[in-house]
């Protein structure tokens, strides 16, 4: 691993509170050939076709674990033109010199590969009003994905890929599972995600189980980094990749992984239908919108149930990109009831500033932060 970091020019900082990340340009074109034809490539290309992106710069993010790692490798081998790639590393910086070791990482791998690489490094203090280790887990990838989104939007990028593989998504299934969920958290970590009008969030990794990307790596004698986090069981995730499911294999149904993942797709595919009914009547009902504002007309759901009401506020909080992880499912149908005449309120309050008033038959709903 190289011990010196590797930084071009400084730019300003894409994070709120952070130090000024960096991008890094390729410094020698010596050792970037990539000569793996492997079958991982393969499928990579099977389940995201190069003729869908290769005209436009894609962020790939990259920690420098395993997944992150071979997506890296498996798209700078489909696309020609390096230049339209942009590897993405946040560095939180909660793990000492271990934070650094997989910045430091991910940076050779970018310069051995010519792809430029934008470093996002995180303020400690972001964390400090997290305590336990899940509100650091959550806090942590909030930092994260505005990173990732304020980046892609500074370079111009049309996609942003991540690494999350049929694994991520089964632990995802079931952890929704314990918690509590309705049909979109049975879905797990959808494979398309609209996060910004001009930016996509692509998991192209989503079929692929973690041992297909371990004997990819192995193929190209990538040792990429391992963050020792990932067997601490304070973490929620941890417990049920470590513990839950080796158990319920062992104890219940040795094809339980098989059989999350299929009750993955058929509620994606149910979701996504619901998903365009609830879309396509949002669009009648709006009369205003802004982008901390938005009125609604009731009488567009005095007919429908309560699940397609509050999948229609699902769908409006998403396109106006008020924040989604603080909302609970009473949160929810108190905006189905609001949208109600015969409902027993006519305002209330929501996570992240968002207020609801009802005046007769119509709904105005305001950010007011």
Not at 5 to 20: F, N
Not at 256 to 283: G, K, M, N, P
């Amino acid at each position: 691993m190289d011990k010196e970091p590797y930084h071009g020019e400084r730019c300003k900082s894409l994070v709120t509170g952070s130090s000024a990340p960096k991008l890094g340009y390729p410094m020698s074109a010596d050792d970037s050939s990539e000569t793996v034809n492997h079958h991982f490539a393969e499928r990579l290309k099977a389940d995201w076709p190069p003729a869908n992106w290769n005209n436009s710069n894609v962020i790939i993010a990259v920690s420098g674990g395993p997944d992150s790692t071979a997506l890296l490798h498996g798209i700078s081998q489909l696309q020609p033109h390096r230049e339209r790639l942009f590897a993405a590393h946040f560095n939180h910086q909660l793990r000492g010199e271990a934070s650094l070791a997989d910045q430091y990482f991910v940076e050779a791998c970018c310069r051995k590969l010519q792809i430029q690489c934008v470093v996002g490094l995180a303020d400690p203090s972001e964390f400090e009003q997290h305590r336990s280790g899940e509100g650091i887990e959550s806090a942590a990838r909030q930092l994260r994905y505005r990173f990732l989104t304020t980046t892609a939007k500074k370079l111009g990028a049309r996609f942003i890929t991540t690494g999350h593989t049929a694994d991520d998504r089964i632990e995802t299934v079931l952890h929704h599972i314990l918690r509590g969920t309705g049909l979109a958290g049975l879905a797990g970590i959808p494979r398309v995600r609209v996060i910004h009008e001009a930016v996509t969030l692509i998991r192209p990794l989503l079929s692929m189980q973690r041992s297909d990307i371990l004997e990819y790596l192995s193929d190209l004698g990538e040792e990429p980094q391992f963050d020792e986090a990932n067997l601490e069981t304070c973490f929620t995730r941890n417990r049920i990749r470590l513990n839950l499911l080796p158990q319920l294999e062992r104890e219940f149904n040795p094809e339980v992984r098989s059989a999350l993942l299929r009750l993955a797709q058929i509620a994606e595919e149910a979701q996504s239908t619901l998903h365009q009914i609830a879309a396509d009547l949002l669009d009648a009902a709006t009369e205003k919108i802004a982008s901390n504002e938005t009125t609604l007309n009731t009488a567009y759901f005095e007919s429908i149930s309560d699940h397609l009401r509050r999948e229609c506020f699902v769908c409006l909080w998403q396109r106006q990109g008020w924040p989604l992880q603080s909302m609970q499912f009473r949160h929810w149908q108190q905006l189905a009831d609001l949208s109600s005449s015969s409902g027993s309120t006519s305002f209330c309050q929501f996570p992240g500033g968002i207020s609801g008033q009802r005046i007769e038959n119509l709904l105005r709903l305001t950010a007011t932060r």
